[in-house]
C-alpha cells in the first residue's frame, strides 16, 4: 500500500520532524520522543507512541479526502507513517547553509567524498546494501530496517527531506526506478529516460 502525500501532509510532516530535533535556535526537541522512536523495534511498536499518533492525528487531517478509505488501506497508511516516524528521528536536520541538498539516493551513491568523478571511489551505501533496500520497499518493517542503515551511513550530511516523505510514503516501482537513477548519479536525466521510453512504447504500438 502506497500513501500519496498532498503537499499540505508533507508540510505538516516537516513541522513534526522539525519539532522533534534540536535547532539553532536553541530549541531542544523532544529528545524523549526521540529516543524512543529510534528504539522502537518496527512500524507496530512505534504506533504505542504518542509522538507516533500526533502524526498520523496531523497527517489523516491534512490528506483530507486523499487519505485512503477502507479499514485495509487506512492501517497500511498508518503503518507507512509510523515507519516513516521512525527513519524521521533518525535524520536529522543539517545545515540549511552548506548548500543546496541533493535527494536521499543520489546521496547514497555519492562517494563519502562529495565527489562522483573519481571513478575508483565506491559510492557511500554498496549497491548490494541499496538493492536491498529497494526490494524491501512493499514490506514496512524490512524497509524500516534497511533505510536505518542507510540514514546511519549518512549521518549528518542534508538531503531534500520533502522528497525523501513523499517517497518513503508512496514508495512504488516509479520510485524504485527513480531511485536506481539517481543512486547511479543520473537523476537529472529521468525525464528524458521517462520521455525517450514513452516514445518507443508508443511507436512499438503503432507498429
Known sequence: MTLYLTDEAVSEILRWWRALHP????????????????????????????????????????????????????SAATLRLAGLAILLASARPGDPAGGA??????????????????SDEKPRYSPLRFSALLRAGDDPDQFVRQARRAIAIVGRTP??????????????DEVRRRWTFEYCGHGSDLAAVASA???????????
Open 23 to 74: 535547532d539553532v535556535h536553541g530549541h531542544d526537541g523532544d529528545r524523549s520522543q526521540r529516543a524512543q522512536l529510534r528504539r522502537a523495534d518496527g512500524p507496530l511498536e512505534a504506533l504505542l507512541l504518542p509522538s507516533t499518533l500526533e502524526l498520523i492525528s496531523r497527517v489523516t487531517k491534512a490528506q483530507g479526502a486523499a487519505w485512503p478509505r477502507g479499514k485495509s488501506a487506512a
Open 101 to 118: 541538498m541533493v535527494r536521499f539516493a543520489d546521496l547514497l551513491g555519492t562517494p563519502a567524498s562529495g565527489s562522483r568523478s573519481a
Open 159 to 172: 538531503f531534500q527531506m520533502p522528497d525523501f516523505i513523499r517517497s518513503v510514503a508512496g514508495f512504488d
Open 197 to 207: 521510453s514513452a516514445e518507443a512504447t508508443e511507436e512499438l504500438e503503432e507498429n
